[in-house]
């Protein structure tokens, strides 16, 4: 007999519903087969249903099985077709029977015949609520991330069992209650705080007006000087997500599996770490179907690269369309893809390949050569997409060490993240207000145009920069950048204007071509 | 580059122009050849000036300081063209509107290093010379270098300054040549703590050399320098700023720490100054401007 139960197929961040029709024939030779293009995840689903109906104590048929996964030229992947396989088997041995409404059914099995937690649960709500798919019965510790959806019915299911004795009616699941759908309250916080770290002040104030703008930063500093730390205490300033937001960046972590069981929705900025050895797909985005990479990760968030110079160059060069676009397109012969990457990117150098150039106690081996070809790793366009650039200097031990172990002294107390929070708070208000009506969401996305009507600059301001121009050599980049900063930098004080104080601070954070 | 302009010429031991305090050299090489133009003139008042590769922004700043008066002086500044000290002695001699004379471990048609292949013509262009011992097409080797050493000291009719040199300098060498034909040499201290100053700080220890701070130290009699910032009215925190980095230079953070002010106003302060050409910044250390320095010294 022939069943044919609903599912779903993610094709980058689009959902396609996905059609499971399954035949079991008592004729012909036994036999169990998956078509329609399944991967090898998928494939292996004939072993876990077999298993987990038979640990079910359900007989397993001896008959000819087929299931057909339509559309049948779309590449299908992963485990969550172990539950529509299932059901699909268990309907047309007569065993259940399928609700009449349009449902979704979607999750992997156990072994055991439970469910366990599967990706993309929150791009299926989606979809469901855009296809007027009445009921979602997906596994129980995935089912938070669809809660936000309202329309739908959310069965959380644990047991291939329970959702046995749901279709028969003898025992109802549980619906998702409108009160486990109150907007989740995510306790995430940032590793550190700032006021735990000693000094430093330029390095945070940076962090303050990348965090306010949205502009990136480019820390430089030999070894140990907390650059990794700075950037780990980012987080606890910028402001959380907004809805929309929220909606953007949880689709990314549902559909790469980020989201961890019993997550829900996403309320926190995302801060993603990469180390220089992650692979271009693992960056960028890659495979067959396209994935997201880390900057899609990072989208509304923070991408911090440490040790940007070790980068490949290819890499570095991949990452400036999407700096520049917010977005990056991935083209594969089967149809192009993009995601969201609109990402505030944090960097760190050593300022040579030892990194004690700058470092007053230790010396530095390499030769000149050596370092100017470490630093031309990171020249050009790429420089030109990072508005603040600060050095972040070694802090000697006796300056940290006798305040924290005397009594007498009292460490000087830092500002909080919280403090700072607030005027960054006063600053993207700021922004909001200005860009409503705009696709813009921060100071560092304005383009030329943008900047000529929003950056209004006193007559000294003005006077001040042209002098800097001429002085520094700057480039009219560099000119556009600082305008952006300083504009940060009056939203953090709270003014329409752009005053010459504003100026005058922004230039400490230009990108200073070294000489000769 | 157009070399072209510039031949190569030859000048033998027995000529009228060979440099004559190369006479002095126990082996002095046979055969010179130059390009641009040698002549007694140009060694009569002449100083060599060396130090280490590594030059750090004190050398450099002092580099600067000494040459402009040497320049003003109308002494030929001579060295060894390699980077750090080296180039810094050349280019800020050619800035000032000075003679300087190159001294290669090459042969004259190898510039090595090529990042100096633009200073290499300018000191043509203005009027100096390039020499070598050594054929045209002559490669550096480790050993060439020291042996350059010896006609840098030996030209060098007012003595040898050496800015900075580490504990195994090469301007050591020159210093060791130079004492044995009976060359003055100058040194000039540096911090105790620097690595590069080590070589410099032993040989006015030891009394091998004599120490500079400037130039009448080495010229003798009193030299006058502009007063060019004399009229710069500070503000308060100015003032502050320029009186903590008259002693040393420092960090936009330690400046915070030493004035109490916030950052804001350090930094916008600090662009203040820097435009006004108070103080100088390198790889995020500020310094007090090398004109502002000038004049609180005389």
Redesign the interface.
Known sequence: MLTKVLSAAHFGLETIPVEVEVNVAKKGFPGFSIIGLPNKAVEEAKERVRTALVNSGIDFPEAKIIVNLAPADIPKEGSCYDLPIAIGILNSLGLTRLPAEKSFFYGELSLDGSLRHTKGVFLLALAAGALQVKNLFVPALSANEAAVIKKVNIYPVKHLQQLLAHLLQTEPIQKLSPADRAKPQSSLEAEFDFREILGQDQAKRALEIAAAGGHNLLMQGPPGSGKTMLARALPGILPDLNDQESLEVTKIYSVTGNIPPGGSLITKRPFRAIHHTATRAGLIGGGAPPHPGEISLAHCGVLFLDELPEFSRSDLEALRQPLEDGTVSLSRASGSVTFPAQFTLIAAANPCPCGFLTDPQKECHCTPRQIQNYQSRLSGPLLDRIDLHINVPAVPVERIIPNRISSQTKPPRAESSKQIKKRVLVARRRQTKRFAKLPLHTNAEMKNKHIEKFCVLSDPAYQLLKQAMNSYHLSTRAFFRLIKVSRTIADLADNEKIDHSHVAEALQYRLRVPEK | MNLAKYPIKEVNFEDKNYPAGLKELKKPPKKLFYRGNIDQKLFEKSLAIVGT??ATQYGRQVTEKLTAALVTAKVTIISGFM?GIDTEAHRQCLEYGGRTVAVLGSGLNIIY?P?NEALYEQILAKKGAIMAEYPADTQPQLWTFPQRNRLVAALASLGVLIIEAGAKSGSLITSRLARQLGRKIFAVPGPITA?TSIGTNLLIKTHQAKMVTEVTDILGGKIESPNLFADQKLTGLEAKISQLLASEPL????L??ATGE???N???????M??KGLIE?V???FYLARATLRTSSS
Do not use: F, H, Q, W
Not at chain 2, 251 to 254: I, L, N, S
Not at chain 2, 266 to 272: A, G, R, Y
């Open positions: 590769r590594r980077y290093p990042e690595a960090m936009a953070d330690e915070v720490k916030n950052i804001v350090v930094s916008k302060t600090l662009s203040l820097s435009l910044e790889s995020g250390k």
